[in-house]
């Protein structure tokens, strides 16, 4: 597999973003939602700012405020035995019986704009900013899919009841519309279909069970965007493999001569994060045809080995043109990397099953 990744990369990173909320610091500018649009490649960027504490002892955990201008700050004393900071991204109350815990960031969505899809700006307004009782703890990893002249914006949306996946639409990335919640707590890595087949939209989702099951991947349709049922389990967990820990959707599929192509995150039981590909039935989405026996990318690259946390990378949205394939994604739960891969190599590379 012939792998080129840009020599510019990192592309984004949170030493070019500037804060917005002041007395905080972006520590995160990654996992961004990709979109071609008016002669521009678009970075919806996960923005991730934390409050800068003048204790080294204290931890400032932020939480939204829908009612007030700037999040509340909650302060977690280090040296307290309630509370476990082993995970830089978030603490945990082990006291709590629901494993209640505070993001130490809280995370938004900025545009970055580039012409030629290796240089970029960043925009110095949030596109999409917390609201509401379901966001208090920030929204998460967006992605994109361009039905029509519309773009509809999906994320997950973080609060103490839990994480589900929000959807919103803008036709010109300068404005948008909110819809709600479209897949409830706990779910994530939502991925909606281009195009209707045989009728119905189609979504990738993710739950993530607390009791009988595991983080895999299902499928779910559609009438109308904002309604989904009839779920299936589309692909699941391989023990020894390097998507034996978790799955979860990537980049939005697309057609193929094959089917559609889904560029999927894996994780193992260490939480190295992978990028791989399911090739799925093209008149039938819920029906897998072929799968990667081994990762398409792994984290290699310095940038991907080392940051917030690392040995991760993890696409959300990426561009096809012809053969060629770039795939946004980010790295170390830091910054924004490309990698080019070609359509056929990836097609030749899966194992295929029957």
């Given amino acids: ?160 009841v839990g994480i589900g996946v929000s959807l919103a639409s803008t036709e010109d990335f300068r404005t948008v519309k909110r819809h709600g919640m479209i897949f409830g707590p706990d779910n994530k890595d939502v991925l909606i279909f281009p195009e209707k087949v045989n009728g119905k939209y189609y979504a990738l989702h993710r739950p993530t069970v607390r009791s009988v099951g595991r983080p895999e991947i299902w499928i779910a349709e559609s009438d109308n965007l904002l309604y989904w049922g009839n779920h299936k389990h589309l692909a699941g967990l391989r023990e020894g493999m390097w998507d034996s820990g978790r799955i979860g959707g990537g980049a939005v599929p697309f057609r193929t001569e094959k089917g559609w192509l889904e560029l999927y995150h894996g994780a193992t039981k260490e939480h190295r994060y992978s990028m791989g590909a399911l090739l799925l039935d093209p008149d039938d989405p819920s029906r897998v045809i072929a799968r990667s026996d081994r990762p398409l990318l792994e984290p290699e690259a310095e940038y991907e080995r080392n940051g917030f946390f690392g040995e991760v990378v993890f696409s959300c949205g990426a561009l096809v043109e012809g053969d060629t394939v770039r795939m946004y994604y980010g790295v170390a739960d830091t910054s924004m990397a490309c990698a080019e891969l070609r359509v056929s190599e990836i097609l030749d590379s899966l194992t295929y099953f029957g």
Avoid at 85 to 92: G, K, Q
Avoid at 95 to 107: H, K, N, P, Q, W
Avoid at 126 to 154: K, Q
């Fill in 1 to 160: 597999m012939n792998v080129y990744r840009y020599e510019e990369n990192p592309l984004v990173t949170p030493s070019g973003v500037k804060p917005y909320l002041d007395g905080f610091e972006v520590i995160g500018a990654f996992n961004a939602g990709i979109a071609g649009h008016d002669g521009e490649v678009l970075m919806l960027l996960r923005v991730a700012e934390r409050p800068v504490s003048p204790d080294p002892g204290i931890v400032l955990a932020p939480v939204c405020d829908p009612n007030a201008p700037a999040p509340r700050l909650v302060e977690l004393r280090r040296d307290d035995p309630r509370y476990d900071f082993s995970d830089p991204r978030v603490v945990r109350d082990v006291t709590a019986d629901t494993g209640f815990a505070y993001l130490t960031s809280i995370s938004y969505i900025r545009i970055a704009r580039s012409r030629d899809g290796r240089r970029f700006t960043v925009d110095d307004e949030p596109f999409v900013y917390p609201s509401g009782p379901l966001e208090t703890f920030g929204i998460e990893d967006p992605r994109v899919t361009r039905i029509g002249d519309t773009h509809y914006l999906y994320f997950s949306a973080v609060s103490p």
